[in-house]
């Protein structure tokens, strides 16, 4: 049994220029942090007990007789990327849903890999994790997603992301006083809005206008240098930060159309209303998680004026994905996996019945106490 635990992270600047379409030819930067809301990835080989080959476990349940067959995307571009076609059960369980902004599917995809590369007694460091999960993500499923959520997952930490036009990636880890990162802390509020979205669908029509939008990146990318400044300088009043969180969320806004609604606006307004000095929605927008910078003595006052939302109470958190639990399986020999073959009838066509040999479904085992 492999376990592994990834965290789930929060942007704050620089989002949109770690598309390739983007840093490929600029460059491009993010601020960001993890927080200690984390996603468990739990992984072992299946024994040739049950009916279906491999078991896969989310917010739906897979039994598969065939690795290729598996639907969840990322499972199967892992497992394709990994070279693993024995069976195999994998159980996936978070602290936060998925589709709110917070680099959930992403954190999945390093944690997953992370699990099978221990499965594989193979070890893995976070630049190659997080370069591993971006070929996945990008190259194997294609899927319209930027650079920034796979590095924060593999690192950890409240860091500084470069991406150069080389697709090098530089991790910076911003260096200031613990005190200063905790007013920081003190001062930020997350509040799930109640929608969720694919992100990759809305980071699609934001990917076809980028060409259309340099100035806007332009200005998100330089954002970045100057809120690392802020963090970085005790003397500067921590409430810059969240007037430069406004700032970057109208230009944000401004990129698609699909970024933001009515219902999204009028949060946000209500929020700066009773205190707030900005925010913004969280990830590729449509919906989700919203962070607003407010004063701690006017944090009561938004608490009762957005009454109807989820507060998230949330910390930073420097650790990236690790395994927690490791206690790999003994090593089949070739002789049994060929009668595993055979008990999954894919030896010649004979399968089970044929050969008399027993098969087991779920209740088989839910009628017994073993």
Request: proline letters at 4%; a neutral charge; charged letters at 20%.
């Given at each position: ?5 990834t ?13 390739p ?6 460059g491009?930067a ?6 200690n809301?984390c ?7 299946l ?12 917010s739906?349940v897979?039994n598969v007789?065939?690795?290729a067959?598996?639907e ?8 394709q990327f ?7 059960e994998i159980?996936?369980?978070a602290?936060?849903?998925a ?5 959930t ?6 944690g ?9 007694n193979?070890m893995r460091d ?7 999960a971006i070929?996945?993500?990008?190259e194997?499923l ?8 796979q ?5 950890g930490?409240f ?12 991790v ?6 613990p005190t200063?990162?905790?007013e920081?802390?003190?001062h ?7 929608f969720s979205?694919?992100a ?7 990917i076809r206008?980028?060409?259309h939008r340099?100035?806007?990146l332009?200005?998100?990318?330089q954002m970045?240098?100057?809120?690392e400044a802020f ?6 009043p921590i409430g810059e930060?969240?007037k430069?969180?406004h700032?970057?969320w ?6 698609t159309?699909?970024?933001?609604n009515s219902s999204i606006?009028e ?15 969280l ?5 989700g998680?919203?962070l ?8 009561r ?5 957005l009454?109807?939302?989820?507060c998230?109470?949330f ?5 990236g994905s690790?395994?927690v639990v490791?206690?790999?399986?003994e090593v089949y020999?070739?002789s049994l996996a ?5 008990v999954?009838g894919?030896a010649?066509?004979?399968g089970?019945q044929?050969?008399?040999?027993p098969?087991?479904?779920?209740a088989?085992?839910?009628s017994?106490?073993?």
């Amino acid at each position: 049994m492999i376990i592994t635990r990834t965290p789930l992270r929060i942007s704050f600047f620089g989002g949109g220029t770690d598309y390739p379409v983007w840093y490929r030819q600029h460059g491009g930067a993010v601020l960001a942090t993890t927080i200690n809301k984390c996603c468990y990835i739990s992984c072992r080989q299946l024994p040739p007990f049950f009916e279906y080959r491999s078991r896969i476990s989310y917010s739906r349940v897979e039994n598969v007789e065939d690795n290729a067959a598996i639907e969840h995307p990322s499972v199967r571009g892992c497992l394709q990327f990994m070279g693993i076609d024995e069976g195999i059960e994998i159980h996936h369980i978070a602290d936060l849903p998925a589709r709110t902004g917070l680099g959930t599917s992403s954190a999945f995809t390093v944690g997953l890999l992370l699990a099978l590369y221990a499965l594989k007694n193979e070890m893995r460091d976070k630049h190659a994790l997080a370069t591993d999960a971006i070929h996945v993500e990008q190259e194997l499923l294609r899927e319209a997603v930027g650079a920034q959520d796979q590095v924060s997952a593999a690192y950890g930490g409240f860091n500084r992301i470069n991406f150069q036009s080389d697709d090098t990636i530089e991790v910076r880890r911003v260096l200031t006083a613990p005190t200063r990162l905790a007013e920081l802390e003190q001062h930020l509020a997350l509040y799930f809005t109640g929608f969720s979205r694919i992100a990759s669908e809305i980071a699609k029509e934001q990917i076809r206008l980028t060409p259309h939008r340099a100035k806007e990146l332009e200005m998100m990318h330089q954002m970045v240098n100057e809120a690392e400044a802020f963090i970085t300088n005790p003397n500067c009043p921590i409430g810059e930060f969240g007037k430069m969180l406004h700032e970057s969320w109208k230009l944000k806004r401004s990129l698609t159309r699909d970024i933001t609604n009515s219902s999204i606006n009028e949060i946000y307004d209500a929020g700066l209303s009773a205190g707030a000095v900005g925010g913004k929605l969280l990830g590729a927008g449509g919906g989700g998680f919203m962070l607003f910078f407010v004063p701690p003595e006017r944090r009561r006052s938004l608490r009762q004026r957005l009454q109807k939302l989820l507060c998230i109470p949330f910390a930073f958190s420097n650790r990236g994905s690790h395994v927690v639990v490791y206690e790999p399986d003994e090593v089949y020999d070739k002789s049994l996996a060929d009668e595993r073959g055979l008990v999954y009838g894919r030896a010649n066509g004979v399968g089970a019945q044929a050969l008399n040999l027993p098969r087991f479904s779920e209740a088989t085992f839910a009628s017994h106490k073993l």
